[in-house]
């Protein structure tokens, strides 16, 4: 069973910057494909990041070229690096995780897509504020 734990959350003003890590354990012997995910109250869960087991980054239009997505070498932690955050960016972030490969065709994307993945940590909040 793969167990997720979210932290670095917190409350900043807009502007500034946050560093979030998920640690990863329990999928010894497969590939594990991840993604962050934020969700506001009385929305959707919405995807912010994935990245690919070859390192291949994804981000959502939104955070584009302010947010970064990394693993460390061993592959049992996955960071998400929030730069010149917004107050549109609050919200609870969660760590996602699953075996199977999201591949992506020309009318759907599941790298970025709530429904793909099976696996989730409990989230972190984050505030943003003006």
């Known amino acids: 069973e793969v167990q997720l734990v979210e932290s670095g959350g917190g409350s900043v003003q807009a502007g500034g910057s946050l560093k979030l890590s998920c640690v990863a354990s329990g999928y010894t012997g497969s590939p594990l494909y991840m993604a962050w995910f934020r969700q506001a109250p009385g929305k959707e869960r919405e995807g912010v990041a994935h990245?690919?087991?070859?390192?291949?980054?994804t981000y959502a239009q939104s955070v584009k070229g302010r947010f970064m997505i990394s693993q460390d070498n061993a592959k049992s932690t996955l960071v998400l690096e929030m730069n010149n955050l917004k107050t549109e960016d609050t919200g609870m972030y969660y760590c996602a995780a699953d075996r199977e490969r999201p591949q992506a065709d020309s009318d759907y994307d599941p790298r970025l897509s709530r429904y793909h993945y099976n696996n989730w940590g409990h989230g972190t909040q984050v505030t943003v504020s003006s």
């Open positions: 990245i690919d087991t070859d390192g291949v980054a």
